[in-house]
Every structure is written in C-alpha cells, then in structure tokens.
C-alpha cells in the first residue's frame, strides 16, 4: 500500500487554513485506499520522515516553512517524491515582488507597482515615497510581499493613509508591495498539469465583506463570499483569463497545480494578475476543489492521478 505523508504547515499565519487543508486532503486519500500519516512542519520534521517511511508526500501549508520552497527542498534533500511545485517555483511565487518581476519579463499584465524594504522606510522620510508614487493613481493597495490570506492588506484612499498602511504591511515582513489598485471584478484560475497544462472554470468572487475586499474574513467565514462559476465574463476576456492563467503559471515554473488570482478591470475589461498560489487551499470549501469539481473531476482523484503520475515519473 503506498504511504502519503501529509506534511502540515502549523508556523505560518495561515496555519489554521492549513490543518483544514490536510484534513480534507487526508479524507480524500484515504478514500482513494492511501495509507495517510500526518506529520507536523517542525523542529522534529526530518526524524519523523525518516521514521515514517513514507513513498510520498503532499504538503499542506500556505505561507512560510512549505508553502515557500523551505520543505520541498528538504524533501529533495531526503530523495522523498512530492506533489506541486518544486524549489524555485514555489519561492518565487511566494515573494509576490519576484513573481511580479517575471510577469512583467513574461508580457503577463500585473499592477503597476514600486516596493520598499524596512530599511528604506527607516531612511527616506514619507515626503519621498510620495515623490515616487507622484505618476500613481489613487487608491492603492498595500500588502507585504510573503503573505497570503490578505493579511496585512490594506486599500489607501488618499496620502494621508498611506503611512498607516505601510506601517501595518511592515508587520509582516521586510518588503511590502504598493501598487495600483485594480476596480473590477475578482476571479481565480485553476490550473491543473498532467498531460497538459489546463486551466479549470474560472471562479468569480464576490466579497461580503464592507470593504468588498476579499479578505481573511470573506475568504474562511462561510457566507462571507459568493464563489460564481463559470464567471461572468465575456467569451473573449473569459478565455483570455484561462490563458493568461496558464502563463502565469508556466512563468513560474510550477508544476501539478497552481492558483492565479486576477482582477478583470470594470472600465477597460483587462486583465491584471494580482498572483500565484503555489499550494492553494484544498478545504472542503475552497476554491480549487471547487473549480475542479466544476470541470468534472472529482478532488480525491486528482490527488490520485497526481500520486500515479509522480510515483511512475518522479
Ligand atoms: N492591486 C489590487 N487591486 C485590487 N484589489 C487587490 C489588489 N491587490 C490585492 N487586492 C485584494 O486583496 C486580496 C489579496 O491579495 P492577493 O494579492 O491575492 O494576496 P494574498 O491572497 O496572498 O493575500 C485580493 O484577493 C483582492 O481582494
Ligand atoms: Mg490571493
């Protein structure tokens, strides 16, 4: 019987997203007739493997220490198969500065953006900072660039925000992204690598939240967001998307599945892409399932054909 670890990312903010991802994923794998073994993502990692004897691993964490290169390079390192992305891949899409630097290379449409580092922020005074955001239209959005979950997100109406905002996204990290932002309607591409690399039905989302931002909130409080598939868009931008999601992923270099989120603008319909989801979330009710479910395959046999697929190919 082949033996999955589900490796579990409980060091990051978005640990308690994780444990329902693994839990779900776990379900799925044992329904498959997996033998399933969770194993948490910490200081005891590497003796648990061992001790283990796992033929495969899914990691389940978003954010730092798995979702970011850390673990999959460890697991490399041990000579033990995985599913998703490898190394490179899954930390340029983590650092949302890196993955905009190569869309913009690639010709894929993201924000328009200029990042600080803490340590600019300690040496230029606020006066300066607006001096380069001078060609920017208002508002802006403001996060950092290794977080997910939009922790640490803010939308900045006006100059005088914008300190608060930076000082906020500086909680979390030591680069922060401030960029255009984009009014329009919300969506998420899918996208699934076996024989080919294919880009599931296109999720739209409406937050309920008073922002109308799709925030920690609206993204885990059920009720919170409505999920419409296919979106509403024309045949035109709705292909355009599917495709551009496809690139985004083959841009970074991802492999198995990935999640693009973009905002299609309201007044001009483009298409901008906001960013990559390396391990997206494989809750009961999360997106990726969701839209997988709504191409026709069902979540459990996708992991399936995944495993196959790694354990005949590597
Ligand atoms: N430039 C932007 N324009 C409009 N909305 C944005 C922009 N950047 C982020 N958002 C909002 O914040 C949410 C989170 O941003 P995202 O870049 O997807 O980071 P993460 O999901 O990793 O926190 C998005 O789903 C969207 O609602
Ligand atoms: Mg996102």
């Not at 899409?93 to 200029?114: C, D, H, Q, S, V």
């Not at 996208?191 to 039905?201: M, N, R, S, T």
Request: proline letters at 4%; hydrophobic letters at 40%; a negative charge.
């Amino acid at each position: 019987m082949v033996k999955v670890g589900v490796l579990i990312g409980i060091k990051s903010s978005e640990s308690e997203i994780a444990k329902k991802t693994a839990f779900n994923v776990s379900s799925a794998l044992r329904l498959k007739g997996y033998e399933v073994v969770e194993i948490p993502i910490d200081e005891n990692l590497v003796e648990n493997l061992k001790r283990e004897k796992i033929n495969i691993a899914f990691i389940s964490a978003h954010g730092i220490f798995g979702e970011d290169g850390t673990v999959q390079g460890l697991l490399e390192l041990l000579g033990i198969p995985y599913i998703g992305s490898r190394v490179l891949a899954s930390a340029l899409a983590l650092n949302k500065i890196m993955a905009k630097k190569i869309f913009t290379y690639e010709g894929i449409p993201t924000p328009r953006w200029i990042t600080l580092n803490k340590k600019d922020m300690e040496e230029k005074d606020i006066n300066e900072i607006l001096k380069i955001l001078e060609s920017f239209k208002f508002p802006l959005a403001v996060k950092p660039s290794s977080q997910g979950s939009t922790i640490g997100f803010s939308q900045v109406q006006s100059k005088n925000n914008i300190l608060s905002s930076l000082e906020n996204a500086f909680k979390y990290d030591y680069e922060v992204i401030i960029e255009e932002f984009i009014k329009g309607k919300e969506i998420t591409a899918s996208i699934f690598e076996y024989e080919e690399i294919i880009c599931f039905p296109l999720i739209e989302i409406i937050s309920k939240s008073k922002s109308g931002i799709y925030d920690y909130h609206a993204k885990y409080t059920p009720g919170m967001s409505d999920h419409i598939i296919p979106a509403r868009l024309s045949p035109e931008t709705y292909k355009r998307a599917q495709e551009l999601g496809i690139r985004a992923h083959k841009a970074l270099g991802c492999r198995h599945f990935s999640r693009v989120d973009m905002i299609v603008e309201d007044e001009t319909e483009k298409i901008y892409v906001l960013e990559v989801n390396t391990i997206p979330g494989m809750t009961s009710t999360s997106l990726y399932p969701e839209a997988c479910k709504a191409y026709g395959i069902d979540f459990p046999e996708l992991l399936h054909l995944l495993i196959e697929k790694v354990l005949r190919e590597g």
